[in-house]
């Protein structure tokens, strides 16, 4: 099994999770990588993907973990097989499987946007809820998301940072930015949302599988 | 509006594998323009090729651009953005050529939805050298006469030599011709080139053509050599899904079938096979450039190949390795093999016997047998497939009541055969899918009336009384889309007049059910005074047609001749058995003794 941290930048920020998985698939078809596939019917490739990232964010910190033995030159090989944006940076070897889509939990955002640090994000902690009101299929919703903002500082005017609740439980940084401008006033426009580091609790995730290795 | 609530983003983006270099120096720019979603033109093979080819030339910057959904083009306009490529974002307006395919009639109100978020003219009159240059190409420009205006320059034919010199020539003359020049230098030195500007019609009161004025006929030029021809190895893959996201080969162009309804028969005669060498590689590095999991084996009818079982059996290394899967589009039925079906873990039949009685089918040229389908569909059934799928034609030229018939009574046999043959314990699903007949140019079909509503009513009225059976399901074409299909088919110039107002009355998107706006056209033709039905009469034989400055190789005697067989209901053979002596004889591409 290997584990690879990989990075989804610019117009790959905009590819859902479930177009990665069939990306990621191809990629490793183009890079000859040979991976284990399933029994069955339908046989598919082992990949297993830490969690959703909501798209249009940027990320610095996706992980899969995928079952091969075929790790020469893997970093490599996958870069020149990957579309724009789509960059692995590190990996592990391990015999074990992780979980990553269930182990990691919090993922941190940095957000910047004219006058975003304007706001004292902080204050967040002083309100006793933080509802946002958004719509889905089943129509419109408020909900207290106060719970799933872990931390939250300002990084200058037009910046803030923030880490949010990831996984099964998820608070979407849109959303959190919809809560922004429904409780604190924030002007509307394309924010840039950057995902710069994920969590298994409060341990680094690349730390976290420092540690699984051992 | 935030670019984030843009659905399915990816569309605009670009940043997909088997991007050519886009930082290269190039003296000229091109962008190739599909009037329909990013989804179904990356799954067109044209486009694939001649991006390519393009590309290869050190001149040249071939970029894409395709029709916008709502969404993004509402964004677009409200931040004021004009519409530009996806590779370098670079507005269409400041590309030195446009290349439009032309793939069906119904996405010609797109490529003026697709000018106007550009903010170009659409008249190319309205156009000098500072616009950039309008091209059309693909299988509708054998009667572009409704757009025709609309372009510079129409390529009859295969693009792959034509584009890339009128490109070569546009970067060798910038600067140095006006507009005019250059127009007129393609028309006189590029085969396969139709310049609308220098071609003028004069009809009379009823818009039959009385003459055609015309420097000289546009002869339709093709590739000779097939495994000369360039096919690239490689594919721009997608980030999302696409109405057909796989790779895709082509094995051979033209069909040797010859139904008289069909388009395609006649405008890319003859038949030019892909050495099964030739494929077998193109396949190889297909797959292993792309990884892409399926893999489709192009062309009119892929079990006509010569070499299609000698081909399968090269591809086994990927079948078995790489786990592709083989996608045999447009098999026909008397070639059905169950081979193939199993080999591809296929479950659903899907047949089109396109009439219901013998006789009518041997009107159509269809040269499929009661024997071929009780064969094919029984061998599928011991298979183990319980579903069918069956597509038919209604309005076809001398059809009766008793053709309609017939569609039920075979639905009914077939149901009859499943459950004498099956290895499943599913009862039967038949699906029965009818369109409308379209006479379309090239054709032997070419001067026959498009049926009325009322006829088509009545023949499905009767239809679905016959056809009350929970084992079969029924389902028409859109009668209204099919008539501005047919309308545009055999159209003429009036046409662009109409397109346009269409286009300002809301029309856009045509061949989307949910988009698709007839009375935009109704309302566009009565303010032009034109009557759309006399588009849909049958033709005199002794008529200038709108398309007749065409050469497609093709004699108009010959199609003349398959006219009377199909009234006598006598069949014509196939290509491969015989020579027809269709007028192509001459070129010495086709091996059948004569
Ligand atoms: S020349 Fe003869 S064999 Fe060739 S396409 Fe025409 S009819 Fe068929």
């Known amino acids: 099994m290997l584990i690879v941290k990989y990075t989804k930048k610019g117009s790959a920020c905009y590819v859902s999770h479930v177009d990665t998985l069939r990306t990621i698939n191809r990629t490793f078809s183009r890079a000859d990588v040979s991976v284990d596939y399933s029994e069955g019917f339908n046989p598919h490739m082992l990949v297993f993907f830490s969690p959703p990232n909501a798209v249009g964010v940027e990320s610095e910190c996706e992980y899969f973990a995928v079952s091969t033995k075929d790790e020469r030159d893997f970093l490599n090989r996958f870069n020149n097989n990957a579309p724009q944006g789509f960059v692995a940076q590190k990996m592990w070897v391990t015999d074990k499987n992780p979980n990553l889509a269930k182990e990691i939990t919090r993922a941190e955002y940095v957000i910047s946007g004219c006058g975003i640090g304007k706001i004292k994000v902080e204050n967040i902690f002083d309100m006793p809820e933080f509802n946002v009101s958004f719509s889905d299929k089943n129509g419109e919703k408020t909900k207290d998301y106060k719970s799933f903002v872990l931390s939250a500082k300002t990084m200058g005017d037009d910046e803030i940072c923030v880490v949010l609740k990831y996984g099964n439980e998820n608070l979407r940084p849109d959303r959190f930015i919809d809560g922004l401008v429904q409780n604190f006033g924030l002007g509307k426009q394309d924010y840039k949302i950057t995902k710069t580091k994920v969590f298994a609790n409060d341990v680094f995730a690349d730390d976290f599988l420092d540690n699984f290795m051992k | ?99 439009f395919s032309l793939s069906y009639e119904l996405a010609y109100s797109n490529v003026l939805y697709m000018l106007d978020l550009a903010g170009i003219p659409f008249r190319s009159k309205d156009r000098d050298e500072n616009w950039p240059l309008l091209i059309a190409g693909g299988p509708c420009v054998v009667n572009a006469e409704p757009v025709a205006d609309f372009f510079d320059i129409i390529n009859v034919g295969e693009g792959e030599e034509m584009l890339k010199n009128i490109a070569l020539a546009y970067d060798e003359n910038k600067g140095k011709m006006s507009k005019q020049e250059f127009l007129q230098y393609v028309n006189d030195n590029i085969e396969g080139v139709y310049v609308p500007s220098l071609t003028s019609f004069e009809q009379n009161e009823n818009g039959v053509v009385t003459k055609i004025n015309t420097p000289h006929k546009t002869k339709r030029v093709y590739v000779r050599n097939m495994d000369e021809s360039y096919f690239p190895d490689k594919a721009i893959v997608s980030n999302i899904e696409l109405v057909h996201d796989r790779a895709v080969a082509e094995l051979f162009r033209g069909c040797a079938n010859g139904c008289r309804f069909c388009q395609a028969g006649f405008i890319y005669r003859p038949v030019r096979e892909r050495s099964v060498e030739k494929m077998t590689d193109i396949c190889t590095k297909l797959i292993a450039n792309t990884g892409y999991d399926e893999l489709s084996l192009n062309s009119l009818s892929t079990g006509d190949y010569s070499g299609l079982k000698q081909l399968i059996q090269n591809l086994q290394p990927l079948v ?275």
């Open chain 2, 1 to 99: 509006m935030n670019f984030n609530e843009v659905q399915k983003p990816s569309r605009y983006v670009g940043g997909e594998f088997g991007l050519p270099d886009m930082n290269m120096q190039a003296s000229s720019t091109f962008c190739m323009c599909f009037p329909d979603t990013y989804e179904v033109g990356m799954s067109n093979l044209g486009i694939r090729i001649l991006y390519y080819i393009l590309n290869q030339q050190p001149q040249l910057r071939c970029e894409r651009c395709f029709a916008p959904w709502g969404d993004y083009a509402q964004y677009l306009k409200e931040n004021d953005l004009p519409l530009a490529s996806i590779e370098t974002k670079m507005p269409l307006k400041s590309f030195d050529m446009l290349g």
């Open chain 2, 320 to 594: 078995k390795e790489k786990k592709v899967r083989l996608a045999l589009p447009s098999l026909r039925l008397d070639t059905f093999d169950g081979e193939f079906a199993q080999n591809n873990r296929l479950s659903s039949l899907t047949f089109a016997p396109e009439a219901g009685t013998q006789r009518l089918r041997d009107v159509i040229n269809k040269n499929v047998t009661m024997e071929d389908i009780d064969s094919s569909v029984i061998s599928a059934f011991e298979r183990g497939f319980s579903t069918v799928k069956l597509y038919f034609m209604m309005g076809l030229p001398t059809e009766t009541m008793e053709d309609i018939d017939g569609i039920c009574e075979l639905a009914y046999h077939i149901k009859d055969l499943y459950y004498k043959h099956r290895k499943s314990k599913k009862d039967i699903k038949i699906n029965i899918s009818c369109a409308t007949f379209i006479p379309k140019p090239h054709t032997p079909f070419q001067w026959e009336a498009f049926d009325s509503y009322e006829n088509i009513s009545q023949k499905q009225a009767y239809m679905r009384q016959k056809l009350r059976n929970r084992n079969i399901s029924l389902s028409w074409h859109d009668y209204e889309s099919s008539t501005l299909e047919a309308v545009f088919a055999r159209g003429d110039r009036r046409l662009a007049n109409v397109i346009e107002q269409a286009y300002k009355n809301g029309a856009k998107f045509d061949g989307w059910t949910e988009h698709f706006k007839f009375d935009a056209y109704m309302q566009a033709f009565e303010q032009f005074g034109l009557d759309y039905k006399q588009y849909l009469r049958e033709r005199n034989e002794d008529e200038i047609l709108p398309w007749d400055y065409l050469d497609m190789g093709v004699d108009k005697n010959f199609l003349l001749r398959e006219r009377h067989k199909a009234y006598q209901a006598k069949c014509t053979l196939s290509c491969n058995k015989q020579c027809n002596a269709c007028g192509l004889q001459s070129e010495g591409l086709c091996n059948v003794n004569r």
